[in-house]
Every structure is written in structure tokens, then in C-alpha cells.
């Protein structure tokens, strides 16, 4: 399952997550965040009950964007504890993405 993450609910869905979160921040205009979106997709549906994964519309939450210093898109941080622990930025193919996850699980 795919979370939408907001100002109202990162604290408790990102920050206070009991389990790792994966943060995607997108725009919808951007043609290599659609690209990744069927992968980001696979991946909450592989790692259900291991991992949150959510987006982040970076244009309608331009706050929690720059909270994060995102420059680029798609941004994609993992949070261990309410801390980031690993960033990426671009699209990838899905082993790599998966590769950096699985060091952070």
C-alpha cells in the first residue's frame, strides 16, 4: 500500500513510523518521477509489513520539500526512526533502488 504524505500526517506516518519509511517526493509534471511511479508501486506492495512507502507531492507540500532540501526530483529518502539514513535523487532502475533499501531493512 502506497501512502500520500502531507504536512497533517508526516509526523505520524514518516517521523513516528514504527517501521522504516520510504519518502518519494514527485511532481506530476515530471516525466522521470512518472517513470519510476509502477516501480515505487511494486515496491510497497513486495515489502508490506517491512517497510511504509509514501509520496510526497514536492508542488502541493512545497514546505516538507524544502524541510528535506529537495533540489531535484524524484527524491527519494529512507527514515529509519524519524531520521533519513539514505537519499537518492533521479530515476533508477528497480534492483538499485531495492539494493539501497535492503542495506537500510
Known amino acids: 500500500m502506497e501512502y500520500q504524505f502531507t504536512e497533517e500526517n508526516f509526523q505520524k506516518e514518516v ?16 516525466g522521470p518521477c512518472r517513470a519510476m511511479m509502477p516501480v515505487v508501486e511494486e515496491i510497497a506492495n513486495e ?11 514536492s508542488d502541493e507540500q512545497p514546505e516538507l ?9 524524484p527524491a527519494f529518502f529512507i527514515l529509519k526512526d524519524g531520521k533519513v539514513v539514505d537519499q537518492m535523487v533521479g530515476g533508477m532502475p528497480k534492483a538499485m533502488l531495492k539494493g539501497r533499501i535492503d542495506a537500510q531493512l
Open 15 to 30: 517521523l513516528d513510523s514504527k517501521e522504516p519509511v520510504l519518502v518519494d517526493f514527485y511532481a506530476d509534471w515530471c
Open 47 to 57: 515489502y508490506e509489513g517491512k517497510l511504509k512507502v509514501g509520496k510526497v507531492n
Open 65 to 73: 520539500a524544502q524541510a528535506f532540501n529537495v533540489m531535484s526530483i
